[in-house]
Antibody
Framework: EVQLVESGGGLVQPGGSLRLSCAAP????????MIWVRQAPGRGLEWVSY????????YYEDSVKGRFTISRDNAKNSLYLQMNSLRAEDTAVYFC?????????????WGQGTLVTVSS | NFMLTQPHSVSESPGKTVIISCTGS????????VQWYQQRPGSAPTTVIY?????PSGVPDRFSGSIDSSSNSASLTISGLKTEDEADYYC??????????FGGGTKLTVL
């Protein structure tokens, strides 16, 4: 069974930094795009960032552009999200998910999520 | 900015049918694929419909999706409701920059 495992969440002060990781063993990681999606407490899903299989294409949601950096290491089957200049409104559970395009247009599986809390 | 609007909540009885709508704010909702995700409390989302009306393997045929261009909306229909269907449901599509867009989510209560 394909599984994704996020890590790196925690409590950080406003203005601080955090690096999230997403381990992706058990499938051909290097052939899939990946996304990060977040969910603030009691709120809906919000897309954060996308990276293609070769890192050639990267997109960010407008509110995180310039503060967050998505990257991947295909040799380590891992996805990352470097988060700088964190704000209270970045507090959320962060999920990673595999992109199944172009074969099928959806994202699966999703990891269990890692909680980021930005507070003083 | 392109947005997807869903009802905040819907409720229905076991065995009945419920329809959850997802309305695009601009353009043609049919021009980009719409997906539907189910999220139970404390769990990660899972896909129940992709590419407007396709079901991933393992998703029962009680779940179906459709597009109505006249109302610029997508719909998720769940028939023969079961208590296990109680969850939050999110539609998802793309904007003109091919960025993912999620609807605000609909809480389904099966009473």
């Amino acid at each position: 069974e394909v599984q994704l495992v996020e890590s790196g969440g925690g409590l950080v002060q406003p203005g601080g930094s955090l690096r999230l990781s997403c381990a992706a063993p058990g499938f051909s990681f290097s052939t899939h795009g990946m996304i990060w999606v977040r969910q603030a407490p009691g709120r809906g899903l919000e897309w954060v960032s996308y990276i293609s299989s070769t890192s050639n294409t990267i997109y960010y949601e407008d509110s995180v552009k310039g503060r967050f950096t998505i990257s991947r290491d295909n040799a380590k089957n891992s996805l990352y999200l470097q988060m700088n200049s964190l704000r209270a409104e970045d507090t959320a559970v962060y999920f990673c998910a595999r992109d199944l395009r172009p074969y099928k247009n959806y994202f699966d599986p999703w990891g269990q999520g890692t909680l980021v809390t930005v507070s003083s | 900015n392109f947005m997807l609007t869903q009802p905040h909540s819907v409720s229905e009885s076991p065995g009945k049918t419920v329809i959850i709508s997802c309305t695009g704010s601009s353009g043609s909702i049919a021009s980009n694929y719409v997906q539907w995700y189910q999220q139970r409390p404390g769990s990660a989302p899972t896909t129940v419909i992709y590419e407007h009306n396709q079901r991933p393997s393992g998703v029962p045929d009680r779940f179906s999706g459709s597009i109505d261009s006249s109302s610029n909306s997508a719909s998720l229909t769940i028939s023969g409701l079961k208590t296990e269907d109680e969850a939050d449901y999110y539609c998802q599509s793309y904007d003109s920059r091919q960025h993912l867009v999620f609807g605000g989510g609909t809480k389904l209560t099966v009473l």
